[in-house]
């Protein structure tokens, strides 16, 4: 774990959705949402960032009542609690067409999202059923992805194959650099955004939108993509669930997600219950 380099008291929580606010089964309980009303009965904002879409976060905002803007696609699409879209981070068509090639060649499947829709080559593909049951909307079928190259903000490439996606994520990084993210969202997911649509972007947009300073903001997360954030917050809480890699780059590690260790995190860490 890395030092606690800050003693700044905290305005903001920004937690990941998946492996950290919800269950394995998706399941918001009732500790957490009693630990986000107790956050914010305390005075402290509280917002969640996902690499899901803006709508597919619609559950955990219909539980929690959200008053902070909804960061969906690791940052690449904010919207307001009501789903109006505040900005989008379209990636650059070229971006789009390498990443898509880099993916096939590991072998993964690619999906593509614009900021309105999802978009998959296979209804019957790897994990389109269980994403489908995760965002509560359904994917639209499309073989061909040239119609929509000029309107992703998310590709990602989908495969059991743990290695091969990790090794599609490191030939993402090493050869498209900077015109995007390239990040593991979970170990099967491969996310590609546009460069400035990170976690890490998004503690930066909240600290902006809300005159907080970074340090005053604490995060919460568990797989490589919130690494992201840890490093742009003043306090960072990894998962027990997390990898050692990820649970290295935070200051502090709570119980796993089927441990209630969200509201852990929250009562030792934040209210210091």
């Known amino acids: 774990m890395k030092p606690l380099s800050s003693s700044a008291p905290i305005s903001l ?3 990941d959705v998946d492996g950290t606010l919800v269950t394995h089964d998706k399941v918001l309980t009732e500790r957490a949402k009693d630990a986000v009303r107790r956050v914010r009965e305390r005075g402290i ?8 879409p ?7 905002n219909d539980a929690l009542h959200l008053d902070t803007p909804i960061a969906g696609f690791n940052g690449g699409v904010f919207t ?14 070229e ?8 993916m096939r060649r590991h072998q993964l499947t690619a999906w593509l999202y614009t900021p309105d829709e999802w978009y998959i080559p296979d209804a019957a593909g790897p994990h389109v059923a269980r994403e489908t049951w995760t965002v509560k909307f ?5 073989p061909d992805f040239t119609p929509f190259l000029d309107q992703a903000v998310k590709i990602v490439g989908v495969s059991d194959d ?3 996606v990790a090794a599609g994520e490191a030939e993402c990084r090493e050869v498209l650099r900077s015109s995007v993210s390239a990040a593991r969202s979970q170990p099967y997911y491969l996310d590609v955004t546009h460069p400035e649509a990170t976690k ?4 930066a947009y909240l600290s902006h939108l809300f005159q907080i300073p970074a340090e005053q903001i604490a995060t919460l997360g568990d797989m490589p993509n919130d690494v992201l954030m840890f490093e742009k917050s003043g306090l960072s809480i990894a998962m027990g669930n997390a990898s050692a890699e990820v649970q290295a780059q935070a200051n502090f590690v709570t119980a796993s997600y089927e441990e209630e260790g969200f509201a852990k995190a929250i009562d030792q860490f934040i209210l210091k219950t």
Do not use: C, H, N, Y
């Open 13 to 15: 929580v920004l937690a």
């Open 45 to 52: 904002r509280f917002a969640i960032t996902s690499g899901r």
């Open 54 to 60: 803006p709508r597919g976060m619609k559950m955990v």
């Open 80 to 93: 307001q609690p009501d789903g109006t879209v505040i900005s989008s981070r379209i990636l650059a068509r």
């Open 95 to 102: 971006a789009v067409e390498k990443a898509i090639e880099i």
């Open 138 to 142: 359904d994917a639209k079928v499309q």
């Open 162 to 164: 743990l290695a091969a």
């Open 200 to 203: 890490g972007g998004v503690v």
